[in-house]
């Protein structure tokens, strides 16, 4: 077996406070027209149009596309394809959340490597040509696309997501402005944040883990614990802001590198069939999967659980890790994260898929990296565990 890890990560990173005055400049250096791939939200604000005036000033040309309305789907990316490829647009540019960013991926590489998006699952047909350059600019702190060379692509004729790696899908270049955040409602705060936080405790947890995403997890696990709740409660804290934007790249770095485990394997599904966004759906299942977890990863439980009671100098690993869980759930609380039911998922429509979720999560390949890997059966349950969880130190599960 190979003892060697591997660390991929863009090109080049800007980071901090009006980083996004770059995007001119950069992208000068990587084409003469751009597509931009955003949605309505961020045309609203203002983000589009300062975004193509900083292209303009740089003698960059630009086109956009605005249909990105939620989870990105295949439909997505043939629409914006189409777009890039009739504009004869040279590079591509991506503002907003996660579902941009993916979109974006998509469309970089299926312009030079073509086919449908579906190809590349699994490592059936490998992007062998150099994707068109790709400028990332996220606008939550959450899922950290702009850092993973993975785009998560939901098959509309099967609602299927597609989670799709490959290292052509790696964003040539990331601007991380925290600025761009501020205007981020508290739910979407929440549930991007807990989902850079699920991120990166799973880069820690997975099998694949290595020390140089360890370094890169603990980072973003302490940034996430000592300023979500701030950001949370006080949007326009820019310190918070800064420190969660931080946070949710460094678990990007993680996570893509070293894997992601059950959470996200659970989470794909129920996003694809009830069309929860992906960050909402790793919230709720992330106390419920560490109970689970926990008794096979109690060692590295125990060095998040200090990451959280700090003053607590000398548990033992098994009371520390309980700390890690109780502490996941009471945040979960605090930022008032709904279980499947409490989101509106109808329970005979959830009973009635509940065994092709638990297929799907198992094929996705994800809930294989975990500590601890559920057989069918078990993950059936967990579901169902999941459906009527409540986040409260004293409920008993599993």
């Known amino acids: 077996m190979d003892n060697f890890a591997i660390l991929r990560t863009p090109k080049t990173t800007y980071y901090g406070r009006n980083a996004f005055q770059n995007v001119g400049t950069e992208a000068a250096l990587k084409g003469k027209k751009a597509l931009i791939i955003s949605d309505k939200v961020m045309e ?3 983000y589009v149009k300062e975004c193509q005036l900083q292209l303009t000033k740089q003698g960059v040309q630009s086109e956009v596309y605005l249909g990105v309305l939620s989870e990105p789907t295949d439909q997505y990316v043939a629409e914006a394809l189409t777009i890039l490829i009739r504009e004869q647009c040279d590079l591509v540019i991506s503002l907003g959340g996660g579902s941009c960013i993916d979109t974006a991926k998509a469309i970089s590489v299926l312009a030079t490597n073509g086919g449908y998006i579906g190809d590349y699952m699994g490592g059936k047909k490998i992007a062998g040509n150099s994707p068109f350059p790709h400028l990332a600019i996220p606008t939550t702190a959450g899922t950290g696309s702009e850092a993973t060379d993975v785009t998560v692509i939901t098959n509309t004729s099967n609602d299927v997501k597609m989670m799709i790696k490959q290292p052509a899908f790696m964003p040539d270049v990331a601007i991380v402005d925290p600025l761009l955040t501020l205007s981020s409602p508290k739910n979407v705060t929440a549930a991007t944040g807990v989902d850079a936080l699920s991120h990166a405790i799973e880069a820690y947890l997975s099998k694949k883990a290595h020390p140089m995403t360890d370094t890169l997890a603990l980072s973003a696990i302490k940034l996430i614990i000592d300023h979500l709740f701030i950001a949370f409660n006080d949007g326009e804290n820019l310190d918070a802001r800064e420190a969660m934007s931080l946070g949710s790249y ?7 590198n070293a894997s992601v485990c059950l959470v996200h394997g659970m989470s794909r599904p129920i996003g694809a069939l009830f069309h929860v966004p992906h960050g909402i759906s790793n919230a709720m299942l992330l106390p419920a999967v560490l109970e689970f977890s926990k008794e096979a990863c109690i060692d590295r439980l125990a060095d998040i659980g200090r990451i959280f009671d700090p003053e607590n100098e000398s548990p033992s690993n098994l009371e520390a890790a309980d700390v890690a869980v109780r502490s996941v759930k009471a945040l979960c609380r ?3 994260i709904p279980n499947l039911k409490g989101w509106g998922i109808d329970q005979e429509a959830f009973e009635n898929v509940v065994e092709k979720m638990a297929f799907d999560a198992i094929d ?10 559920p057989t069918f059966k078990e993950l059936v349950e967990l579901y169902h565990v999941c459906y009527t969880y409540k986040f409260s130190n004293e409920e008993k599960v599993l």
């Open 364 to 373: 996705s390949g994800s809930p294989g990296n975990n500590p601890r890997v």
């Open 250 to 256: 460094q678990a990007g770095m993680a996570f893509t």
């Open 44 to 46: 609203r604000l203002g």
């Open 334 to 336: 605090q930022l008032n």
